[in-house]
């Protein structure tokens, strides 16, 4: 069955520089969360996205933004990137109603040196 | 607000035995899921299984069942004969269904960490 997709897995960059991450969801998955989870810490929901509306904000910074396309992928724009920003970063897919679990891509692993 | 307590320390269990990993919950909503998903140290984030605040019984996926208690607001993973590749880190997590049916955002515990011994 087919996953959720992320890229890159891998991300290495250093301070004050940008990144963007890219999250494909499942097919016929309309909403899409993003999740932040630093090193030994549980997940963080940062925003959620449905039908290229944001739906939900959590503790994301203001140097992030995000927003879903037409195809429901999203983009999760980072700035002005700081050493805290290293962490794992998850995006997760489910259908706007109806199925209740959220199912997670790989995850992008950020470093910031 | 939602809140997940997972309390235990490192969990270790012996390969083919039974381990139960604890979970608590507070929510003052009347209708919520409650999750386990599966971290190896690979990092992907795994969905095990499922409760509902409404459902009449325990949850079983394969091996995974949930063992729901909504009186005392616990909802404990238990793993039936451990095997290694069950080394990992657990989490539990909740959702509240919202009126509008609407899905919304999980909120994880802080997890347990699973060896499994040969």
């Known amino acids: 069955a087919a996953g959720v997709i992320q890229s890159p897995r891998h991300l290495i960059k250093e301070k004050r520089e940008t990144a963007t991450l890219k999250c494909y969801p499942i097919p016929r998955h309309d909403t899409v969360y993003w999740y932040q989870q630093g090193p030994g810490q549980d997940p963080q929901f940062l925003i959620s996205?449905?039908?290229?509306?944001?739906?939900d904000k959590g503790s994301i910074p203001d140097r992030f933004s995000a927003q879903q396309f037409s195809d429901y992928h999203s983009e999760l724009n980072m700035s002005s990137l700081e050493l805290g920003d290293s962490a794992l970063y998850f995006c997760?897919?489910?259908?706007?109603?109806?199925?209740?679990?959220?199912?997670f891509g790989p995850g992008t692993r950020l470093l910031v040196l | 607000a939602q809140k997940i307590t997972q309390t235990q320390p490192g969990m270790f269990v012996q390969e083919k035995e039974a381990v139960t990993l604890d979970c608590t919950y507070d929510t003052s909503d009347p209708s919520y899921g409650l999750f386990w998903y599966k971290q190896p140290s690979s990092g992907e984030m795994i969905f095990l299984i499922y409760q509902g605040s409404y459902d009449q019984q325990n949850a079983t996926e394969g091996r995974y069942s949930l063992n729901f208690q909504k009186a005392r607001k616990s909802a404990n993973l238990v793993i039936s004969a451990s095997q290694l590749g069950d080394s990992a880190m657990y989490f539990c997590a909740m959702r509240r269904f919202a009126s509008t049916g609407a899905n919304s955002k999980l909120t994880f515990g802080k997890g347990i960490t699973l060896s499994v011994r040969p």
């Open positions: 996205f449905y039908e290229k509306m944001q739906s």
């Open positions: 997760a897919s489910s259908p706007r109603t109806g199925l209740w679990t959220q199912y």
